[in-house]
């Protein structure tokens, strides 16, 4: 049987007006059976609510299998209902006790497709961070989905969390694709070069430790902004 493949590609596209960080990328899991091109999407929101009439549009247009937001500065009191149609997505969020942050991911519900949310342990429970298990009715291994937010402002300790957080979370998963907001401007992907500080070093570690060696991992990307 073929095994899937993964090819990520960044574009730009416009989204809203004035623009913010507006990167967004088009995932396709090319498999057998029915677990087959699956549309992601990814932006950098910075508030959905102000946008709800660009992004109702956004999703009316282009029907994406998948959709990863960060920043989206949502709190609890606000229903998903309000930004996605929950009849037909499953939605996960993971809001910020305080302003700004959070990060959310929408998937498309399919028969074919098995949808489990990945739990962290309750050390990690601050993070915005939001892991998913796709599983197809093939009965392959599950892919790994996993949504970030790192903000700028993090101090050392809370650095050191995050990608001990998804060390724990690639640990045994050879289908994995991480996706996010990790603020690092200064990180050039296509080069692999970086300033040598402990923030930049930990986020090289982690991808050489576990995504560069993913078999399912294709990089056709350009990184931008610190996305993965």
């Known amino acids: 049987m073929q095994q899937p493949t993964l090819l990520l590609i960044h574009q730009l596209r416009p989204f809203q007006h004035p623009p913010v960080d507006k990167t967004d990328s088009q995932l396709y899991l090319n498999g057998v059976g029915n677990f087959s091109k699956l549309k992601c999407y990814m932006f950098n929101v910075r508030s959905i609510l102000n946008k709800l009439c660009d992004f109702q549009l956004f999703m009316d ?35 910020r006790c305080t302003r700004g942050g959070g990060v959310c991911v929408l998937v498309q ?6 949808i489990k949310q990945v739990s962290v342990v309750p050390e990690h429970h601050n993070l915005e961070i939001i892991a998913v298990d796709l599983s197809d009715s093939e009965s392959t291994l599950p892919f790994r989905l996993v949504a970030v937010y790192r903000s700028p402002s ?62 399912y991992l294709r990089n056709g990307a350009r990184y931008d902004k610190g996305y993965y």
Not at 79 to 95: G, W
Not at 203 to 213: G, H, P
Request: charged share 20%.
């Open 154 to 215: 993090n101090y050392s300790a809370d650095n050191a969390l995050l990608f001990s957080a998804l060390d724990s979370l690639a640990a045994g998963c050879v289908r994995l694709c991480v996706l996010g907001d990790f603020n690092l401007p200064d990180f050039d992907w296509d080069m692999f070069t970086y300033p040598h500080n402990s923030l930049y070093c930990t986020a090289a570690d982690f991808y050489r430790a576990t995504l560069n060696k993913s078999p």
């Open 109 to 114: 519900k399919h028969s074919c497709l098995t």
């Open 61 to 95: 247009r282009n029907d994406p299998d998948i959709v990863i937001l960060t920043e989206t500065w949502l709190k609890n009191s606000i229903p998903s209902s309000l930004f996605a149609n929950c009849q037909v997505y499953h939605i996960f969020r993971k809001d």
